[in-house]
């Protein structure tokens, strides 16, 4: 459903509420709830500058670990504005920081407004991360767009994904990051799988936002650009590019 300048009610898992049982039998309840607290800011922070540029939003989904704002056609928006999207998430913890350092404590005792400026901070350095689909992984492939073909870009960042991956959970693997590894270990097997749909889902949106030219002698496809193939001393506009690639894939 797309949603314009109004609240978008956090769509919560199930396993959340197992997990709210076993912070409240720890003890660990109020520190989780601050945790959670800064993920939901993050994400709206994404769903701000999605509602402000229209985007088409599903939902915001709680996890037990995380959070994730949901948008229909994800890549298919310019990508100056998923580019604003994806920035306004990470820029809400700069906000975050200072309100908590220089401003207002909300009944917060010493100890865990120190807790959730340490949690806003890993928060922050852990979306930067460029493994797929956490915002890290993204803001490099929209950079990679403009430097390689739209296949090879996604190539090349699902690839890079796969090495931090590696290395965050495998080669440093600690038991309290399980369930987290085993979601976005699922995530990136999904865009693995999805990436040729996913590029010919591209080719079949009708792009109707102004672009540069770019001129090819083969058959490429330039995300941020209006590609045009020069063949035989003639040219062939975007939309017969779009369909020799369609064919080509299959």
């Given amino acids: 459903m797309n949603k314009h300048w109004g609240w978008m009610k956090p769509k919560v898992h199930p396993l959340c509420f197992i997990y709210y049982i076993l912070a409240l039998m720890s003890g660990y309840f109020k520190w989780y709830i601050i945790a959670m607290s800064l993920v939901l800011i993050h994400e709206y922070g994404h769903a701000l500058v ?7 939003i599903q939902r915001i989904l709680l996890l037990p670990f995380g959070a ?3 948008i229909e056609d ?3 928006y310019p990508i100056y504005q998923e580019f604003c999207m994806l920035l306004g998430g990470l820029v809400t913890h700069i906000f975050i920081f200072f309100f908590l350092k220089y401003g207002f404590s909300l009944g917060l005792s010493a100890i865990a ?3 959730a400026l340490r949690m806003n901070q ?18 490099l ?14 190539w090349i960042n699902l690839s890079v994904s796969f090495v931090v991956f590696i290395v965050v959970f495998i080669v440093h693997f600690r038991l309290d990051r399980l369930m987290i590894a085993v979601y976005l270990g699922y995530r990136f097997l999904q865009a693995w799988k999805e990436k040729r749909y996913r590029y010919i889902r591209y080719l ?12 090819h002698q083969k058959l490429l496809f330039y995300r941020p650009y209006d590609n045009i193939l020069v063949k035989d001393g003639r040219w062939i506009e975007a939309n017969g590019i779009k369909k020799v690639s369609i064919k080509e894939t299959f």
């Fill in 50 to 56: 999605a509602q402000y540029f229209h985007f088409k």
């Fill in 122 to 139: 890993l928060i922050f350095l852990f979306n930067l991360l460029p493994i797929w689909p956490m915002d890290g992984s993204k803001l």
């Fill in 74 to 76: 994800y890549g298919q």
């Fill in 204 to 215: 079949l949106h009708e792009d109707h936002f102004k672009k540069k030219r770019r001129f």
């Fill in 68 to 70: 994730f704002l949901e």
């Fill in 113 to 115: 407004k120190d807790y």
């Fill in 141 to 154: 492939e929209l950079i990679l767009f403009y430097l390689f073909e739209y296949r090879k870009a996604v």
